[in-house]
């Protein structure tokens, strides 16, 4: 019974995997036209992706439940906790940003011969992921709130990228997400809300109490309301507003 809680932990490692096996068979097309214009197709494929991350973020909050229903908790699996949790929301959420990026330089003259160095910045994704687990690791306090915002939640907003762009049809959002600019903007934001001590409330429940659940419980309504009025597009919403009632709410 011990072992079950980990082997849901390594199934959020391997939907992780499978992200980016996703990410890498992509399929992405560029085309020419009469005028010279390159036109860039982000085909279903890479969509998968962010199902799989998805998955990996559900199997994610089941091993912990798990954990203490079957009183399984022990300090291997908080830490084959983050190992899977450095792949599934930081590796393959950076895979996402490196072909977004590409994506991006694709469009300019002679954007498909870009230099690697330039994309390597998506990866910094990755790299500030694995400290933030590292550092959640040692430190004792972060089980009602947490200090700079949980990884898990930084790999959802990036895994919404690819859904967004194939679903929206506002142009603005589209070129957004393929401006270079907006994308390492995005890159170095959470990477500092990564590692920053910013502090973030937990989603766990405090008590049976309302006033002591009021800004998880505020936060479930408006991510409701915006699912409902957005769709995909309100996961970033989402994101902020969860940092927005974090600061507001940060002394309850």
Known sequence: ?????????????????FAIVVILQNGIAIQNTAEGT?????????????????LAAVVDFLDGFVARLFNAQSEMGKQLDSLADVVSFGVAPSMILYQFLRMSF?????GIEISFVLLVPAFFVAAAAAYRLAKFNIDTSQQYSFKGIPTPAVGLLIASFPIIYWQEENLFIINALLNKWVLYGMVLLLCYLMVSN??????????????????KLILIAFSMTALLILHWLAVPVIFFAYIILSLIFKNK
């Open 1 to 17: 019974m011990k072992q079950i809680p980990n082997l849901f932990t390594l199934l959020n490692l391997l939907f992780g995997c």
């Open 106 to 110: 694709a469009k300019e003259e002679n």
């Open 198 to 215: 910013i502090p973030i409330m937990s989603l766990k429940l405090k008590s049976k109490l309302v006033k002591d659940n009021m800004p």
């Open 38 to 54: 390159q036109l860039i197709d982000i085909p279903e494929k890479i969509w998968m992706a962010s199902f799989f991350i998805a």
